[in-house]
């Protein structure tokens, strides 16, 4: 990891998660006095006089009401991340800019804007699929669309796989089975 790309978990002062900060935020609100260090990186960022580690995971020193995350967004970015930016028909990656969300059932045969209806398709197979069923298309998914136990909106490039180890203690059972 570099000093660029570091991240923070901050953690409620129940130990709950709640949000995923720039190393720049930690330390400021390090320095602020709000929170306690409980791991570091093993990076370290300088100043003309001193030296700092970078934490890992912060916990407030008070209670924040209501920041607790019941659920997982549904939005496109968070479709993206939960099918790892693949497309759900022919298996191949893509960056955001060239993907789609394609309706499993169809909207016109009265199919959801849901978890488990909606699915990650690069442009040629979403045409190809039409406004039809994977199977009437004969388009096997790669994968069930499922409502994701993990939390991709506390950072749009924050994907299960690259959780930081000094984090998985803190993090909901569920997350780390994602994997």
């Not at 935020?25 to 306690?36: C, N, R, S, T, Y």
């Not at 199977?135 to 690259?162: C, V, Y």
């Amino acid at each position: 990891m570099h000093v660029t790309s570091a991240r923070s978990l901050v953690l409620n002062s129940s130990y709950e998660p709640m949000r995923v900060v720039s190393w720049q935020k930690a330390l400021i609100l390090w320095f602020q006095g709000k929170v306690e260090i409980l791991e570091f990186h093993g990076l370290f960022v300088r100043s003309a006089r001193d030296s700092f580690q970078i934490p890992s995971v912060l916990r407030l020193k008070s209670y924040v009401r209501g920041k607790q995350v019941q659920h997982v967004r549904f939005s496109r970015e968070n479709i993206y991340l939960r099918d790892e930016h693949t497309c759900q028909y022919c298996a191949q990656k893509f960056p955001q800019k060239l993907l789609t969300m394609d309706h499993v059932v169809p909207v016109s045969k009265n199919g959801q804007n849901s978890w488990t209806n909606v699915v990650t398709a690069c442009r040629q197979c979403n045409q190809r699929k039409a406004n039809r069923t994977p199977a009437q298309a004969k388009m096997p998914l790669l994968r069930e669309p499922k409502t994701p136990s993990w939390l991709p909106f506390w950072e749009t490039d924050l994907k299960p796989k690259s959780i930081p180890e000094s984090w998985r203690n803190y993090l909901p059972l569920a997350m780390a089975e994602h994997e």
